[in-house]
């Protein structure tokens, strides 16, 4: 079974590094007359209108980011319920002009992340598997019935997806990020679809529900369900919301020949991609259930270097703003400048404090458990000394690495975009890649992408929610393990975001 072979994932890895050597020599221009749909479309099946009127959870941002699940117990959401999930997770919250802004993050604002929605019979929506548009906010059905068997099956059995009233999958179209970013597309995946689901994990849990991300299932049968080319689009995850008396049996799918209008009018093929997804996919429900078993026992992170402790200060839950989940993400958006000035540490604190409790994964184990760490530079923080440090999510406190002005190291180390030198704070997630993967396999490469997506998602949301700014940027691999070693040797980068004061209008 491929996914063992953990040599494909580091292929993969090295061979779609940035470093200044390859960015310079890599002469890849846009073709605008030929960048891709936003949207996957099915001319042939008619729309489902969702309605534009949707209940308000009342939550706000800060509280719901900071839930890590909600405590099983029949609940299952209506359609109205499910359309707010939808929307505030993928949706389009405004225009200007062409742009669009839409409720997650995203590389290059390609939205190359697709969701689907398997259900049993809802208060008003019947059983079946969907696709969700967030053009026309609708729905189309693929397929009449009840689909959710068939995926706690090809997830080994998983309890939750075979409990949860609703499952909701999501995609990733190579072409439509690959346009721009080209091989290095599979990272994006994970970053991209973790943004999302950090919204729709905050917003399960605002209205109560019952979530767990499931990234362990047999990748054939769920893309056989959804009926995607595979050479074109795959499935990445799954989240199970609510939680009701289990589904029956899965049902027999045949194959789905629906027309979708073409993204280009031609697509450029990067195999590693698919190479990478082919050798971390699993191929029996059994194997899907070894690899959750083996994601559940990750051993302890070493001790901390002995050195200066900065603890958290996070605002009282008496001074959190109040604002509600659902107005945060509206008004998020991608800050393109920062300003320079200084934000507060019991901002920053809270952010932290908030976006690192927890994520309900099957790939993470029940309390604390973590493939990302996170490492800082800090430019402008008042109460805080300028600086490298490491944050210990166990202890909630800084590690001071290094003091010292690093705006112009963050720059360069952002893929030389001035962008983190002005920020406040970079955040980097790096990961022990050699101890994921020989735990689970090339697989591992995936969950460690999409947590620190989610991470950054959390961030995001903790920023907006303080009326601050923040942002998604790309690194140079290699120079960002170097610049926090020792203390980082043998982790490698996977994700960074910018967290600052912002200047100007966000870019969608």
Known sequence: MRNGNMTDAWAYHNKTKHSPESVRHNAHFLDWANRPLLFKIYPDLPPIALPKDTP??????????????????AAAPDLAVLTSLLFFSAGVTRRRGEFLFRAAACTGALYEIELYLACGDLAGLSAGLYHFNPGDLSLRRLRQGDFRGNIAAAAGGEDALARAPAVIIATGVYWRNAWKYQARTYRHFGWDNGTLTANLLAMAAAHGLPARLVCGFVDAEINRLLGVDTEREAALSAVALGDGQPAGAGTAVGPLDLNIVPYSSREVD??????MHAASS???????RAWREAASGFPEHKPALDTRFIPLQPLSDADMPADTIEQVVLRRGSSRRFTGRPIRFVELSTILDRATRGIPADFLAARGGRLNELYLIVNAVDGLEPGAYYFDAEQRRLETLSEGDFRAQAAFLALEQQLAGDAAVAVFFLADLERCLRRLGNRGYRAAQLEAGILGGKIYLGAYALHLGATGLTFYDDEVTRFFSPHAHGKSAVFLTAIGSPAGNPLP
């Open 56 to 73: 308000q959870s009342g939550v706000s941002a800060l509280s719901a980011v900071a839930t890590p699940t909600v405590p099983g117990g």
């Open 270 to 275: 990067y195999p590693d991609m698919r190479e």
């Open 282 to 288: 699993l191929e029996l429900a059994v194997e899907a």
